[in-house]
């Protein structure tokens, strides 16, 4: 992946298919302070999780000529559901380089050394087995769909009875074999870490929104393209969503600054 | 509302965001066994439940040009949030008949005995007001917007712990006022009523969908308007989601045949 040097005051273009994206733009923030950033989530069309590939690619290219507009440097495809299911599809549309959310995680899968890992996503993701083809044989591999686990967290349910409740059944599996390292593979998740302690006991957790973070940092490093300037931290979304500021609040908490549009005005 | 009466062969046009609205279709097909119907789920881009009004009605006017297409006699808007938000916008736009799934109970909401109520529905139907507007002075509202429903019923939860719990999470107030009737004020719930039996004890429910295939067979009598022929039950959806096969069982059962298709093909 290159990225044209000249461009390195331009901003990074982070999509998904809604607003649990931002978890992986508030890392990338953190880690890359200076970078201006603009996230586009698909608000008026989420969730993607339980869409056909096909729609999935469609929107996700529909997604990326927003960002486009903005002469972004690089994309950043935070929606796990099109990292998992039209990435190549979309590396093949488009000259800009594209970070996914599988890719800069793969080092870590490859020199896992448990016995036992878990895999947790939409059903998307899942079935396209995108992390689990980098786990080494010989490492047993428990993958789980926790459809629940994206309307808990936006209802602010995930220190909650009801939160523990869900990972209780979806993870029966993963307690019982004794799993104790788990892939995080929905933006979501992150924000259900203390919930799937409090059923699991302690487990260690591969955040793969951190790693393509790390990732980032260091293509634009190799490239010469790390920003100058103080960036800005621009939400597009298309749709304003109802209780908005609550949920926005359970995302971005009140440490970084940002500006919110909608995507159409 | 007036039905020409020599398109009485010609189907019933019923749309929603996705599948939920098929317990509404399900039930006009049961009280309305002759008629042809074609739904048409906008797999696409559900739920509609949390968008902004603008975009409810932008997403119901493609809904309703895709069911116009089959030249149907009437349109029923299976969708709650839309009933609540877009229909006066939808009714001075379009010239064919419009049913909701409000008006169909008024004449029940005006002639309620109980001194309390209880409505239940998304985010969008319980802010808009659109049932309690029509409960008497006198008789006490209570309402509450259940989000976690939908998800629970899609993944099967609903006689579940899950599904308890949640029930218990959102009624809690219903519970500790003793409301005993309950408006179920979205396609889904319907599939709740177990389970909200199992939390609240014996409580009667008022089906806005039922009221509404009531509705739709007077209408039909009275302009003269009901099919002649043994009709067909088609379903279109804008995507094809995973596990539609088990999603599609938990709402339209065995018992009634039809056929499915994707929008677009």
Redesign the interface.
């Known amino acids: 992946m290159q990225i044209d040097s000249s461009l390195r005051n331009n901003p990074i273009g982070i999509f998904d298919s809604g607003i649990g994206g931002l978890t992986v733009a508030k890392v990338i923030k953190e880690i890359l302070p200076k970078e201006h950033i603009v996230y586009y989530g698909d608000?008026?069309?989420l969730p993607y999780g339980?869409?056909?590939k096909e729609?999935i690619i469609k929107f996700a290219k529909e997604d990326i000529d927003f960002l486009l507009k903005f002469n972004v440097k690089v994309i950043v495809s935070a929606c796990f559901t099109v990292s998992s299911n039209a990435i190549s599809e979309l590396r093949n549309f488009y000259k800009i380089p594209i970070i996914d959310m599988i890719e800069p995680s793969i080092n870590i899968l490859k020199n896992l050394k448990e016995k036992k890992i878990g895999i947790i996503g939409t059903?998307?993701t899942i079935?396209s087995g995108s992390f689990q083809k980098y786990v080494p044989k010989g490492i047993k591999v428990f993958q789980k769909a926790c459809?629940?686990f994206?309307?808990?967290v936006?209802?602010g349910?995930f220190n909650?009875?009801?939160g523990i409740?869900?990972a209780s059944?979806y993870l029966e599996e993963f307690k019982k074999e004794g799993v104790k390292t788990i892939i995080l593979g929905c933006t979501h998740y992150p924000l259900m870490k203390d919930t799937i302690k409090n059923v699991l006991g302690d487990v260690k957790f591969i955040e793969p929104g951190y790693e393509a973070g790390i990732f980032l940092k260091k293509l634009l490093e190799k490239n010469n393209a790390l920003s100058e300037n103080e960036g800005k931290f621009e939400i597009y979304l298309s749709?304003?969503?109802?209780?908005m500021n609550e949920i926005l609040n359970i995302f971005m908490g009140d440490r970084i600054k940002y500006t919110i549009k909608k995507s159409t005005d």
């Open positions: 608000t008026a069309r339980n869409k056909s729609t059903i998307a079935e459809p629940l994206v309307p808990i936006e209802e349910f909650h009875p009801i409740l869900a059944e749709d304003i969503p109802r209780k």
